[in-house]
Structure formats: C-alpha cells, structure tokens
C-alpha cells in the first residue's frame, strides 16, 4: 500500500535521489527499474507509479535468482517487497538490509523453512476466512507468498 504523504518525496523527487544513489552502486537504470547482477542473484529497485492515483506510487525491491531469469512469467523478482515511502536515506538504508537478507543464501533457506511450517499451521483457506491471528503467530516471510514452485525448488535443491 502507498503511503504519499505530502511531507515525504513526490515520484519525481525520489526517482532523482536514488538515480546517483544506485548508479554509484553499479546499478543500470530502465525507465525507474534499477537492477544490479551480483553473481547468484540480480537485485531490482523498480519505483511504480499507481493506477489509481497519478500522485501515488509505490516501492518495490525485488530479487530475481540468475539461474531462473529464462523462465518467463516473473516481474518483480523471485521474491519482493515493498517499502513504506518515509524518507529517502531511510528507503535506501531498507532496501540494502532487505537486499543483504534474501541474497543469503543459508537465511533465505532458513525462513523458506520457516514460511512451509507456518503454511501448514495457516493453509490459505484458513488465512482467507480470516482466521490467523497475525499477531500470535506471525508471518515468517511474506516474500514465499507468491513463490513459484520452480523457485521453491531451486531453493531446496540449491541453498
């Protein structure tokens, strides 16, 4: 959900803060989607603006593993999130904690684990009926929300 609160950066505005910022880093810019290739793993910074508000937009890092980039039918990564808009030097410090997380290959194995676990305590029809209590039983990565089952698993077979 996007937050634009007026005391926080218009699109533009963020998009001309993080442009020297990731390019810096080594990432390559296409239309407001930055993507650096690590090796293992290519890391995505895309800014999408709303459909339902042109002064709205949203922030949604992703990681896409290399190995699974031929198999077609994925946009924000293998796993993404998104960030609340709050300032821009805390945006980034996110993105970077989020992107060091699940480049890690033991932890994302980890909390794959995890999720499966907690997937088996809280099946889908359980969650759609609305009777997970979030609070006493949180969530251990809501990136494996959307997992492919390719991408479940390479990471099994791979991590």
């Given amino acids: 959900m996007a937050h634009n609160l007026s005391k926080y950066l218009s699109e533009e505005e963020l998009i001309e803060y993080v442009k020297p910022y990731l390019k810096s880093k080594g990432f390559k810019k296409k239309n407001k989607r930055w993507t650096k290739d690590i090796g293992d793993f290519t890391i995505c910074f ?11 937009y949203y922030i949604r890092p992703g990681i896409f593993i290399n190995e699974l980039l031929s198999i077609p039918n994925i946009y924000y990564g293998d796993w993404w999130t998104e960030i609340e808009q709050t300032t821009p030097e805390a945006i980034m410090r996110e993105f970077e904690q989020w992107c060091d997380e699940w480049t890690n290959k033991a932890l994302i194995k980890e909390r794959y684990f995890q999720f499966v676990e907690w997937d088996k305590r809280n099946p889908l029809e359980k969650r759609r009926a609305e009777l997970v209590d ?11 929300f959307a997992l492919r ?3 479940q698993k390479y990471i099994l077979d791979n991590f």
Avoid: N
Avoid at 46 to 56: E, N
Avoid at 134 to 144: I, L, R, S, W
């Fill in 149 to 151: 089952d390719v991408t």
């Fill in 46 to 56: 895309y800014i999408q603006g709303s459909q339902w508000d042109k002064k709205d």
């Fill in 134 to 144: 979030y609070k006493k039983d949180p969530c251990p990565a809501e990136e494996f």
